[in-house]
T-cell receptor, first 116, second 113 residues
């Protein structure tokens, strides 16, 4: 059972560089999301998707882009990295936004990103 | 907008003792779900326990139990017989059926031997 797989686990970027954080799940979940975790602020939602071809913004979408071409994959793109984007990023998936939400969400192992 | 507040940035407990982590939330919804997640140093987010708001009975999972006070919008986590492996960051989270998870700021739990 792979669950939710995030790559890479660590990344260092220079200011202005772009990169893509990968997220894949093998549970046929409709709902996928990206969070960033910063000290003292919990996890904040960046973008989410309720199914292939459908994405929407969360709390802190600026500087990030997403797409959902398949049910399994939900990559997060940093367009032009800034030091303020230094954070730990989590991808999560769940069965459905409207389904058995009592099951909560399954999380990837996180990506520690440093922008210098 | 829904908010989740954890007023204890850090807590500590002696091994084998009991500790309670606090969480309050603000919502105008009547039907929602509440969760506690554990994040050990490995960074993995692990679901510890969940509570459906329509259920009056407090959820229990082995040594973990909650005190759900719907009127007070309070959802505390009690860890009994604390173990060294319980040391982690704990996040309280809220969700309605039509929305995403909203997290609190987290409480760092230290377990002293």
């Amino acid at each position: 059972n792979a669950g939710v797989t995030q790559t890479p686990k660590f990344q260092v970027l220079k200011t202005g560089q772009s990169m893509t954080l990968q997220c894949a799940q093998d549970m046929n979940h409709e709902y996928m999301s990206w969070y960033r975790q910063d000290p003292g602020m919990g996890l904040r939602l960046i973008h989410y998707s309720v199914g292939a071809g459908i994405t929407d913004q969360g709390e802190v979408p600026n500087g990030y882009n997403v797409s959902r071409s398949t049910t399994e994959d939900f990559p997060l793109r940093l367009l032009s990295a800034a030091p303020s984007q230094t954070s730990v990023y989590f991808c999560a998936s769940s069965y459905s936004m409207y389904g058995p939400t009592a099951l909560g969400a399954f999380f990837g192992q996180g990506t520690r990103l440093t922008v210098v | 907008a829904q908010t989740v507040t954890q007023s204890q940035p850090e807590m500590s407990v002696q091994e084998a003792e009991t500790v309670t982590l606090s969480c309050t939330y603000d919502t105008s919804e009547s039907d929602y779900y509440l969760f506690w997640y554990k994040q050990p140093p490995s960074r993995q987010m692990i679901l510890v326990i969940r509570q459906e708001a329509y259920k009056q009975q407090n959820a229990t999972e082995n040594r973990f139990s909650v005190n759900f006070q719907k009127a007070a919008k309070s959802f505390s986590l009690k860890i009994s017989d604390s173990q060294l492996g319980d040391a982690a960051m704990y996040f309280c989270a809220y969700k309605t059926s039509g929305s995403r998870l909203t997290f609190g700021e987290g409480t760092q739990l230290t377990v002293n031997p």
